[in-house]
Nanobody, 118 residues
Framework: QVQLVEPGGGLVQAGGPLRLSCLAS????????MGWFRQAPGKEREFVAG????????YYADFVKGRFTISRDNAKNTAYLQMNSLKPEDTAVYLC???????????WGRGTQVTGSS
């Protein structure tokens, strides 16, 4: 059973950077497409970014293009989300997910709170 854990959330001043990590265990990390989602209070979960198993393909939601970067280190079974120029509207619980493709995620972390203060 694959387990995903996301340390690294927190409170960040608007305009500041923050890097999230997603540590995977219990499976073959290179088998999975990895993604980041977020859910703000009262809103539905939304896709933020995704990356293929060998980092050859990346995908971003329009609202983070140019500000966020997804990456992965297969040797460390870890995916990352580098967030720059954070805005208050980026405040949400950020969840890591792993799956067979960008359209089907089988495994989810519990999420980590990110708060962009104005």
């Amino acid at each position: 059973q694959v387990q995903l854990v996301e340390p690294g959330g927190g409170l960040v001043q608007a305009g500041g950077p923050l890097r999230l990590s997603c540590l995977a265990s219990g499976g073959t990390f290179t088998s999975y497409f990895m993604g980041w989602f977020r859910q703000a209070p009262g809103k539905e979960r939304e896709f933020v970014a995704g990356i293929g198993w060998n980092s050859d393909s990346t995908y971003y939601a329009d609202f983070v293009k140019g500000r966020f970067t997804i990456s992965r280190d297969n040797a460390k079974n870890t995916a990352y989300l580098q967030m720059n120029s954070l805005k208050p509207e980026d405040t949400a619980v950020y969840l890591c997910a792993g799956g067979v493709s960008r359209y089907l995620f089988n495994y989810w972390g519990r999420g980590t709170q990110v708060t962009g203060s104005s």
